[in-house]
């Protein structure tokens, strides 16, 4: 531009900006600010007008015109309550209605065909953190959701974090209490465990419907799918089928014989077979449609749940899918995300630099002032604080050293690796941390067993068969290999893998007491000062040989001796243990001077317990 520094920092101080030093890097926000300051017109990557424009579709002001669609439900709830038993057996009536006669694969959402011929699409996201990032995304493509409690077992924490849920994404809320065919099952306690967390039923005067239900049995579940429709109607659900497809992404695999697979739901527009979509940063020519039972689709309109192939990458769950007009397009949005993540990342970068930068200038300004006060004769106050400064490092260094955990992890399908990967986040991290180095969709490959040994990590899979290859091929690498199904399993084997990191828990288990009754001087010969014994005789317990053994006065307030036993003898014979009530003679290694008539000689082990990560 021409403009000398200091004419700069003059003008970047009049726009507000403190740091106007030499080695500030600018970010291309903040040079495009002071270039305008200076008559510039700054250009920073700026994207075509239809990369710019490839956004949803404004939504209508009224939708009473449009055809209504069926309501998307996902059923929630703890781990422990029924919920995947109430999914298989929604699942199986599913299967019964039509002509196939199973399933055969696994897909994140299910259709339900009703007797009256209306039907629901549940969700089955894995997990309350995949739920969670969806929303968070703005993804709100659950209409309803089911919260279900055991009716034995009541109200759970993971039953309050679903309420959650199911609260800040403002969606209507159905209780199912399940497994209300056991002898203990207490509906009546579980409606009243809810009140707490402002879940007020229809029968306490509320708005929130409660079926009383059975995953086992099949009993009430036809009731429960009546209740939704019922909700949905009042809802007034509607949908557009027209215009460009928009769809949201629930899960995403590889499949194999197919390639990269994603589970989504349309929102508005019907999908296709080859069509361009676009999602996040990887787009599709759609291959083949099929439903939740691998059947082959022609098209599907909103709130139908569809495996598509085809795509580039895995897309990722919870991101918007649009459709774009051409593959040019679709490459250009693709590449125009790429780089404005890689931008993100970059200032971020740019940032972190500029903090370093500030901490050493501000370490170099503090050895400056240190320089200049030890010159006006503070040399010796400046060296007592370099050096407090100095220990204070030294211990914060042994207090901070973490220890990590390496870990490379495997899932069946993209939701599942976003569930785990958010809960190992949320794994204390103060003294152990783990560090995922690499993750992944689809089965284990010899590469992945390579990366955990190159790194030293575990590797773990997540509801993925492991061939006998492939674990031969990881114990010949000498790579843990832990395949899991449940995800508070798999967080139970990693907080065990982390407590193995950790040094044990050491407490002192008393096994015996003695009485110091008389002390001797006995000459040893090699040696000038003569050796200690002591006289005791044993009041608890048992004093044994191997031991370990303190000294204690004053009621155990004082520890004048902490060791061991040197010798220990019954008269003239030496002896491993001495029973309650035996007088015996005992020495202490090092010979420990400071005995006395009346201290207590405490026998006791050091048990070594396994630390627990909560």
């Not at 993971?158 to 959650?164: P, R, S």
């Not at 009546?226 to 949908?239: C, H, P, Y």
């Not at 809960?423 to 103060?430: D, K, V």
Request: hydrophobic content about 40%; charged content about 25%; glycine content about 8%.
């Amino acid at each position: 531009m021409g403009v000398q520094y200091a004419q700069l920092a003059k003008s970047m101080k009049k726009l507000g900006f403190e740091n106007t030093n030499t080695d500030f890097v600018l970010t291309s926000e903040i040079a495009s600010l002071v270039a305008m300051e200076y008559g510039f017109n700054p250009i920073v990557n700026a994207m075509s007008s239809e990369e710019a424009n490839f956004q949803p579709r404004p939504e209508p002001e009224d939708w009473s015109s449009y055809p209504t669609r069926r309501p998307v439900v996902t059923i929630m709830g703890h781990v422990d309550h029924g919920k995947t038993t109430l999914l298989d057996t929604l699942r199986k009536s599913a299967v019964a209605a039509g002509e196939a006669g199973g399933i055969t694969q696994h897909i994140g959402a299910f259709s339900v065909k009703l007797p009256s011929g209306k039907q629901i699409t549940f969700l089955d996201t894995p997990g309350h953190a995949a739920f969670s990032a969806m929303r968070a995304r703005g993804a709100k493509v659950t209409d309803i959701v089911v919260l279900v409690v055991a009716a034995d077992d009541g109200v759970m924490p993971q039953t309050v974090e679903a309420i959650k849920h199911a609260q800040a994404a403002g969606v209507d809320l159905i209780v199912a209490i399940n497994k209300c065919d056991k002898p203990d099952a207490k509906p009546a306690k579980v409606k009243e465990g809810l009140l707490r967390y402002d879940v007020v039923l229809e029968e306490y005067g509320g708005e929130i419907p409660s079926v009383e239900v059975s995953g086992l049995t099949g009993m009430g579940l036809l009731e429960l799918e009546e209740t939704i429709i019922t909700m949905s109607e009042l809802a007034d659900l509607r949908g557009d089928p027209t215009g460009p497809v928009e769809a949201t992404i629930i899960e995403s695999r590889v499949a194999r014989g197919r390639g990269n697979c994603a589970t989504a739901i349309v929102k508005r527009g019907t999908l296709k077979n080859g069509q361009i979509l676009v999602s996040g940063t990887t787009w599709a020519k759609v291959r083949a449609l099929c439903d939740e039972n691998g059947r082959p689709l022609k098209e599907a309109g909103p709130s139908v749940p569809v495996e598509l192939s085809g795509w580039k990458d895995l897309p990722v769950a919870g991101d918007a899918v649009l459709e774009a007009a051409d593959e040019d397009l679709a490459k250009r949005v693709v590449d125009a995300r790429m780089a404005s993540s890689a931008r993100s990342q970059l200032i971020g970068s740019i940032d972190a630099l500029n903090e370093r930068r500030a901490e050493w200038r501000a370490a170099k300004e503090s050895e400056k002032n240190a320089a200049a006060a030890a010159k006006k004769g503070r040399a010796a106050a400046a060296r007592r604080e370099s050096e407090a400064e100095k220990e204070a490092g030294v211990e914060d260094e042994v207090e901070g050293e973490v220890k990590m955990l390496y870990l490379v992890l495997k899932a069946d399908v993209h939701g599942s690796l976003e569930a785990i990967t958010d809960a190992i986040s949320g794994l204390p991290s103060h003294e152990v941390q783990v560090k995922i180095v690499d993750s992944g969709v689809g089965a284990v490959t010899t590469s992945d067993i390579e990366m955990a040994e190159a790194t030293g990590a575990i590797l773990i899979t997540f509801n993925l068969p492991v061939d006998k290859k492939t674990l031969a091929f990881a114990k010949q690498h000498s790579v843990p290999l832990h395949p899991q199904t449940v995800i508070y399993k798999l967080l139970d084997d990693l907080k065990d893998a982390m407590a193995d990191l950790l040094p044990p828990v050491e407490h002192h288990e008393v096994v015996g007491e003695a009485e110091i009754l008389q002390l001797f001087d006995i000459k040893v010969k090699g040696s000038k000062e003569p050796e200690k014994a002591a006289g005791c005789r044993v009041l608890t317990g048992k004093i044994a040989r191997a031991s370990c053994v303190k000294v204690v006065r004053g009621g155990g307030e004082e520890v004048v001796y902490d060791g061991t036993l040197k010798s220990f003898r019954h008269h003239k014979k030496d002896i491993t243990e001495a029973p309650k009530g035996l007088e015996c003679g005992m020495s202490f290694e090092n010979n420990p001077a400071a005995l006395a008539v009346g201290d207590r000689v405490v026998c006791y082990n050091v048990v070594k317990s396994r630390r627990k990560i909560q």
